[in-house]
């Protein structure tokens, strides 16, 4: 789901085989119709704002999973019997553990021998970290490598 061609269509190429751009009870809809009514087995949700909360919620089927990767830009969302705890639904996420890897893998990245993937589109040294926030928030840079 989502509307920024340059990351669906990234999708596509990673083997997508429908994009939902529509949002909210439209793409929930959506989802319902491609999914022949029952919604889908995992949803993540990589936003962390509540009208993504909600539209993850809204597509998962019974007794599915929704993984949240986006930090949470809210501090309650919905749980109760009307939503996830009525469905049989899992809510996993928190942050990544960096820490438990970066240290074997960064320099592997850096001399190039694992290729950290497609998403990346532009890099940026420590003075204009915040330029790279600035341009993933206004969708002109995907993800951003932050180099020394």
Avoid: W
């Avoid at 009870?25 to 009208?51: F, N, Q, W, Y």
């Avoid at 998962?60 to 309650?76: A, H, I, N, T």
């Avoid at 820490?99 to 993937?117: F, H, K, N, S, T």
């Amino acid at each position: 789901m989502g509307r920024h061609t340059d990351r669906t269509n990234l999708g596509r190429e990673f083997g997508a085989t429908d994009v939902v751009a529509e949002r909210g009870d439209e793409g929930i809809a959506k989802v319902r119709d491609l999914t022949a009514g029952e919604g889908s087995h995992v949803v993540l949700e990589a936003v962390g704002h509540m009208p993504a909360y909600e539209q993850a919620y809204g597509i998962v089927r019974p007794g599915g999973v929704v993984s949240r990767v986006g930090v949470p830009q809210y501090e309650q969302a919905p749980v109760g019997f009307g939503s996830l705890f009525g469905k049989n639904i899992t809510l996993t996420g928190g942050p990544a553990p960096v820490r438990a890897y970066i240290e074997q893998a960064l320099p592997d990245v850096l001399e190039g021998r694992i290729e950290p993937g497609r998403v990346f589109d532009r890099t940026v040294d420590l003075d204009h970290v915040a330029d790279a926030y600035q341009a993933m928030d206004s969708r002109q840079a995907l993800k951003v490598i932050v180099r020394p």
